[in-house]
């Protein structure tokens, strides 16, 4: 802009101090102070940065789409022509006095103003997020639509700025990409504040940066790591190598979990009790598990009887399974569990996951790790800043975030270890990372399955449920905070 406030008769080294330059062009363009001050109101007052720079190539008599597309583009590349060529000139306030747009015109600008403001609030402020699956019954239900907010831990910038507005990774009815790779930019986060425990958390899924681009069986469900383990690497790109696709963090699948762990702490459960750095964590009262209800002989039950029982059935989820002597497996919250009344004769026990060769850091029986979902750990999460040993077991359990999240070459090289070329039996991490679980502990495919969740991947925090709906809206449900 030097060259543009030259020719509005300004002086060139204005141009070149922040804030003071829009000050000027304020002044020069006789619009109201305020809009200047509107500047410092965050992340919108980006929006009226722009609009002043637009205002200010309309005082060049340059009032064309494409003009203000340039402008707020390429920049770069636009405001030097117009500060340099011969062909440009500073026409002043008259001209934009005089200049009167289309109809067409203002349906346009319309448009245009409010895809840029939209793609602004969605990026930096809130997004609206769908609750697709059971894993944080009933804290959160299927079909609950939320705010996230992007301001809770701070803006996260796209790592791949040049995108489809308002949708994600795909655009719909193509099934192509909706965003290039070719700028991409590294992990940037604004007025950064932490994750804290307990949070209802958005994130990218950390394990969908390689994927079997089929979401009818793989995509998040079945990752391809998942797959890679079951059938092995040759095996998957044999049958599947033509769907397999990257993605950048930014567009990998939303999804929402509570924070149970930070980084640096311990955590550990204990028949189906979860642990944080050796204290046992209090259950939340809409937390969902699995209980085994033995009835006496000869007693029906179907659901209006076990509501009668203080158990609450939503048919859709199947929570209710018949088992032998006259057992049935429920799906309770922990605030049904304390108020049951059971009859005489009536019992509920815990219902224990057993071993899964499935569960991470995937440890097989052989090595003496023989964890399961409702036996877990203990696990110390990764923590910005601190070393830790490299040996056999850090490895499997934190290999993935030295080499993938964190960026380094590592190599093992006849049992020395080898960090981006320089041998070491230390490592720092750069990033905090976070340990999410559903609160629907049996159902939900969590931080047990897959690991940790770095904090460049950390979307926003959960906040509220304007809107709700299974056979018709909930209407108990709108407008609730998220707890």
Partial sequence: ????????????????????????????????????????????????????????????????????????????????????????????????????????????DAAAFAIVAATIIRTFVFEAYTIPTPSEEKTLLVNDFLFVSKTAYGPRIPNTPIAMPFVHHTIPGLNVKSYVEWIYIPYTRWFASPVKRNDAVVFNFPVNDTLINNEADFGSKVTYYEAVRQLGRDRVWQDYGDIIITRPVDKRENFIKRCVGIGGDTIQIINGKLHVNGKPEDYFPHSERYYLLQVPPGEYIDKDRLHDLGIDIRESQGDLKFGDKNQYQVNITNEERAKLNLPKGFTITDVIMEHHDDLFPYYSDSAGKAWSGDNYGPLWIPKKNVSIKLTPDNLIRYQRCIEVYEGNKFENRSGKYFINGKETDNYTFKMDYFWLMGDNRHNSLDSRYWGFVPEDHVVGKASLIWFSWENGPRWKRMFRWIK
């Fill in 1 to 108: 802009m030097y060259g543009m406030f030259k020719k509005a008769g300004m002086e060139g080294w204005k141009a070149l101090v922040p804030f003071y330059n829009t000050w000027c062009m304020v002044q020069k363009m006789e619009l109201k102070k305020y809009w200047f001050f509107f500047q410092f109101i965050p992340i919108a007052g980006q929006f009226i940065t722009i609009w002043i720079c637009i205002k200010f190539v309309e005082h060049f008599g340059r009032f064309g789409f494409w003009h203000h597309g340039a402008a707020v583009f390429f920049p770069f590349l636009y405001f030097p022509y117009l500060g340099y060529s011969a062909n440009e000139r500073y026409a002043g306030v008259a001209v934009v006095k005089n200049y009167k747009k289309s109809a067409a015109r203002e349906w346009i």
